[in-house]
């Protein structure tokens, strides 16, 4: 019997669905990333991506190999819960405020809820400013794009094959649950397990800033007409994946210790500005992104600023007092952790996932 009540889907909802956007972005992605790679002399290959839906209201989310075919499940709570809080943000006066008509705004929370029987959405209380909705909904849509690229990064890396060959596991869960510690970090699993998340995490920012970049030079999302300019939407997209994480820290506290899967979430944040700031030089080296003075800098203030945000509006809802850029140059505990995992994924993780990977594995972060 399924450990779960009601069986993953992977249909079902309506082409207009938010079910059916995520997957077509996932399925896209990972398309156009195998061939760009499809002349690589890596043997390894699988019948193709499967995405599947599980209706569970945690925020949870996996990646297999199964049957032949990469799989990514993502739970539903992982959608409500950021629909949710992104949502309710911009439902709040003064939050994200040169997004629309903030004033309009009266601060009541905006829940959303998955519908079994139509496989949909239901968002109550959404926005009341026509243009803040939109916003919503874009900001959203990345958080929740986050989720599914870190996931698509542990397939197309090569993770969840060599993980199931190395320990059998089948799957890579998003989250440590307290029966998972039972693997002491001697046999090397913690260690390898914190690499392979960096690793995803680089994936998923990556593949992310393109986006952000694809966006600002065609404005098909037509959000750009109404943001001051072109740089809040670096600022909407930090806004959304600091979100992320701080909802995943107030369900699950997180440290730096040897027998965790992920360095701690304020680790994996202050990383992930690293690979923006990385990938941001990569597409201006390759001239995909114009060389402008300035343009740099002004990206890394708009992903601060939205981090900033995004903590402002999560400690004053949560009572909490999350800073994670604070003491960012002279962390000694981030410094030793995360400069274990580099090494790690130069000396051993890089040569043992290259007969799996079906993109370039990055020579060092
Ligand atoms: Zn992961």
């Avoid at 896209?28 to 760009?36: A, F, G, Q, S, T």
């Avoid at 539903?76 to 997004?99: D, E, N, P």
């Avoid at 542990?154 to 993770?159: A, C, D, R």
């Avoid at 260690?191 to 690793?199: G, V």
Wanted: some cysteine; proline content about 2%; overall charge negative.
């Amino acid at each position: 019997m399924s450990r779960y009540k009601y069986p993953e889907f992977s249909d079902g909802f309506s082409e207009k669905s938010d079910f059916n956007l995520y997957k077509l972005i996932t399925q896209e992605v990972y398309k156009n990333l195998l061939e760009m790679h499809h002349n690589n002399d890596n043997e390894y290959k699988t019948n193709g991506l499967r995405f599947y839906y599980r209706y569970n209201d945690t925020m949870n989310a996996t990646a297999r190999v199964r049957s032949g075919f990469d799989e990514i499940v993502i739970n539903t709570g992982t959608i409500t819960q950021m629909r949710s809080w992104i949502f309710s943000a911009f439902s709040t006066k003064g939050v994200l405020r040169y997004c629309g008509d903030s004033s309009k705004e009266n601060n009541v929370e905006s829940n959303a809820s998955f519908d079994y029987e139509n496989k949909d959405i239901i968002q109550s209380e959404p926005p009341i400013d026509e243009s803040r909705r939109k916003f919503a909904e874009y900001t959203a849509l990345f958080g929740i794009r986050f989720i599914c690229m870190h996931e698509l990064g542990h397939l197309l890396n090569g993770h969840a094959a060599l993980f199931s060959e190395l320990y059998g596991f089948k799957e890579i869960e998003m989250r440590q649950l307290a029966k998972d510690f039972k693997l002491n970090p001697n046999n090397g699993y913690a260690l390898d397990r914190r690499t392979i998340e960096m690793d995803a995490d680089a994936f998923a920012v990556t593949q992310d800033i393109v986006n952000l970049d694809g966006i600002i030079k065609n404005n098909v999302a037509e959000i750009l007409d109404l943001l001051p300019n072109p740089y809040t939407v670096y600022h909407l997209w930090a806004f959304a994946v600091q979100s992320f994480f701080l909802l995943l820290e107030k369900s699950e506290f997180s440290e730096y210790n040897d027998y965790m899967w992920y360095l701690p979430n304020v680790g994996r944040q202050r990383m992930n500005i690293g690979a923006a700031m990385t990938t941001v030089d990569m597409l201006m080296d390759a001239r995909i992104m114009d060389v402008e003075p300035l343009k740099k800098r002004n990206i890394l203030l708009n992903i601060e600023a939205g981090i900033r945000e995004a903590q402002l509006f999560f400690n004053m809802n949560k009572n909490t007092e999350f800073d994670y850029l604070e003491g960012m140059d002279d962390d000694v505990e981030y410094n030793k952790y995360f400069d274990e995992v580099l090494e790690h994924w130069d000396t051993s993780m890089k040569q043992r996932l290259s007969k799996y990977a079906r993109s370039n594995l990055s020579s060092s972060k």
